[in-house]
């Protein structure tokens, strides 16, 4: 496994039903001078193409915002989406607090090595009895589909990408911080069939 001696948090930042969304995720890398190009050029390539078609165009993707957590902290950079995007033209979403959740495993045990993504804009239309469609979870497989062949190693040798996605394990990073120690490379993403839900994006509760 390559050594992380960078990790950096990215968030994908939108709005929904007038309520800010944020997607939080985190890479890391061994090359602390790399720049953020690719990175936003590959997640914006996700936004315009698998996120966009799995989610409702009451869905809005806004910005990705990038901060490097180690070896150093450092401020926040802001890439502005413009246009900004939305998602599945015409197609209604289920109610703000309603995310598509994908596990994000990372082969080692316990809570503190896995994770999980919620997906905010979920498309009403994919979704009966509280349960994806067979054509609803082939869209977020296809999501989890981008991010392993674009931020995971792929191939026969593996071909380790320059971001590499996984988790922050804030417990075992301790405090004060060492952001090195606490983040996991992902090793598998898991589309979950049954709708999840975020109280925190209730309308008129926050984000």
Do not use: C
Not at 117 to 145: H, L, M, N, R
């Amino acid at each position: 496994m390559p050594g992380y001696n960078r990790v950096i948090q990215l968030v994908i930042q939108g709005e929904l039903h007038g309520s800010q969304t944020n997607n939080v995720w985190h890479f890391g890398n061994s090359n602390t001078a790399l720049a953020y190009d690719g990175l936003v050029s590959d997640v914006t390539a996700l936004i315009d193409g698998a996120l966009k078609t799995a989610t409702s165009s009451e869905q809005k993707y806004q910005s990705i915002i990038i901060r490097q957590l180690a070896p150093t902290l450092l401020d926040a950079e802001t890439f502005i989406l413009s246009p900004e995007r939305e998602g599945t033209p015409f197609a209604p979403a289920l109610p703000s607090f309603n995310a598509a959740l994908t596990s994000i495993k990372t082969g080692l045990g316990g809570r503190s090595h896995r994770g999980r993504i919620f997906f905010p804009g979920v498309i009403e239309a994919d979704v009966q009895q509280s349960i994806f469609t067979t054509g609803g979870i082939a869209k977020w497989q296809s999501v989890a589909d981008y991010i392993k062949a674009h931020f995971m190693p792929v191939g026969d040798p593996p071909v380790v990408p320059d971001w590499q996605f996984g988790i922050l394990s804030r417990k075992i990073a301790g405090t004060p911080p060492n952001y090195v120690n606490g983040f996991f490379a992902a090793t598998n993403l898991v589309p979950r069939i049954v709708v999840a839900s975020m109280h925190s994006r209730k309308k008129g509760v926050g984000v």
